[in-house]
């Protein structure tokens, strides 16, 4: 699987930034092959924390109490990108953003662990 992430940049406190991510490659997408994917950040010094997440059917979603009423997780229409939509951004959201799969996946809810796929990652700066 290869996860291509976008969207990061400079941005005022307050504002929005959208990131995405697409994914491609085998076993994602493989005929009835369910997963999850997710959104994860990390600054220097501190552990990568969990950001969002959300199933492949799109009908759940995990978010950080952090970000919750924030920022919102979203999969497009072919299910193969997934998109985080960042609004009242805050300093303290400044980080390097990673999104993440694992695959096969059938649960219910996306869950906050086992990510086996990662991206290479897209930095987010909210200045003050």
């Known amino acids: 699987v290869q996860l291509q992430a976008s969207g990061g940049g400079l941005v005022q406190a307050g504002g929005s930034l959208r990131l995405s991510c697409a994914a491609s490659g085998r076993p994602f997408g493989s005929y009835g092959m369910g997963y999850a994917m997710g959104w994860f950040r990390q600054t220097p010094g501190k552990e990568r924390e969990f950001v969002a997440a959300?199933?492949?059917?799109?009908?759940?979603?995990d978010a950080a109490d952090s970000v919750k009423g924030r920022f919102t997780i979203s999969l497009d229409n072919a299910k193969t990108t997934v998109e985080l939509q960042m609004n009242s951004l805050k300093p303290e959201d400044t980080a390097v953003y990673y999104c993440?799969?694992?695959?096969?996946?059938?649960?219910?809810?996306?869950?906050?662990?086992?990510?086996?796929?990662w991206g290479q990652g897209t930095q987010v700066t909210v200045s003050s």
């Open positions: 993440a799969v694992k695959s096969p996946y059938y649960s219910s809810s996306p869950g906050r662990a086992g990510y086996t796929y």
């Open positions: 959300i199933t492949w059917s799109g009908g759940s979603t």
